[in-house]
């Protein structure tokens, strides 16, 4: 586990060169991407967004490829075409940009539902189906998606299924006053994402990836995390509760959490402090708890008070 945390504190610090002051977010970031998530980043504009997937690629030497979501993409502008060859005689497959490491997918919901669903077997499954001929999509990969909270006009909002499909949604939010003006010191001039350099190759990404599936999960931990996503289902605020891939998305994530603290084991503590950013975009409110001024945050911080943590954690998992 020792190679493992320092592999991830490289990662996320060479990320921190350029999104400065917002540590905790490139944390999670990185613990979707080693624990084979997506993350959905829901911001204004000018915050980041994009540059912190940038900066995320070329820390771990990968390929990054942005898709500007606009309502005339066509999946096949994601997933890829075949255009025929006269010198062959045959149809050759171009890759769409959907083919690399770290994907973003800028302003997701500016795209008609049929481009969105183009996301849906990538992200879920990690292929492409295109002409009856199905391609792996090399590890790792990992979708960036970002949508802009105050526009409607002209947005079409992800249905629940593609929501799902997202490990976490984050929010990068306004660097502080002091940390603003160290970015107008660093940045006013030229970028430091120029001089980033990559601290980790893609193999040793996959390592980790394999090493945070091996972190053990007591069947205590286990329980704890099945009666959060059930205390979410009959929650009297709640219309739409967590659903069972929430479960194993939260279970997942703790484990990479738990091997970047150097641990081979799951603590209560890492699904608490997981919790919000793994169901905070899985939870539908009824109308009448919106109009008493609930939100989702709150009714996640009452289900993890209301629900009783393991007082002693096994180390064997089961």
Aim: net charge negative.
């Amino acid at each position: 586990m020792e190679v493992f945390g320092e592999r991830f504190d490289a990662i996320a610090s060479n990320v921190e060169t350029v999104i400065q002051g917002k540590r905790s977010v490139i944390e999670l970031v990185v613990l979707a991407l080693v624990s084979e998530g997506h993350v959905l980043i829901e911001d204004v504009p000018g915050v980041g967004k994009t540059q912190l997937a940038k900066s995320l690629a070329r820390s771990i030497e990968g390929r990054f490829n942005r898709i500007q979501f606009t309502p005339d993409l066509l999946p096949s502008d994601v997933t890829g075409v075949s255009i025929w060859d006269r010198t062959e005689g045959e149809f050759e497959f171009q890759p769409g940009p959907i083919f690399a490491n770290i994907i973003v997918g800028d302003e997701i919901n500016r795209a008609s539902p049929k481009t969105q669903s183009a996301l849906l077997e990538a992200m879920e499954e990690r292929q492409v189906t295109s002409d009856g001929t199905t391609r792996a999509l090399e590890p790792p990969f990992m979708v960036i998606a970002t949508q802009n909270p105050l526009e409607h006009e002209g947005t079409y909002p992800l249905p629940e299924a593609q929501l799902d499909r997202f490990m976490m949604r984050v929010v990068i939010g306004y660097p502080s006053r002091e940390k603003e003006l160290e970015i107008l010191n660093t940045h006013g001039v030229r970028s430091t994402f120029l001089d980033l350099e990559p601290v980790v190759s893609l193999e040793q990404v996959i390592e980790m990836v394999l090493t945070a599936r091996e972190v053990a999960v007591a069947s205590s931990v286990k329980d704890y995390i099945v009666d959060l996503m059930e205390a979410t289902r009959h929650h009297p605020d709640v219309q739409l509760g967590a659903s069972p891939r929430s479960s194993l998305f939260l279970q997942r994530i703790a484990r990479a959490r738990a091997a970047s603290l150097r641990r081979d084991f799951v603590m209560p503590d890492d699904i608490k402090e997981l919790a919000a950013p793994v169901l905070g975009h899985r939870l539908a409110l009824r109308p009448e708890a919106h109009m008493r001024g609930e939100s989702v945050a709150s009714v996640i911080d009452d289900v993890l008070d209301r629900t009783r943590v393991p007082g002693a954690t096994s180390r064997i998992a089961t």
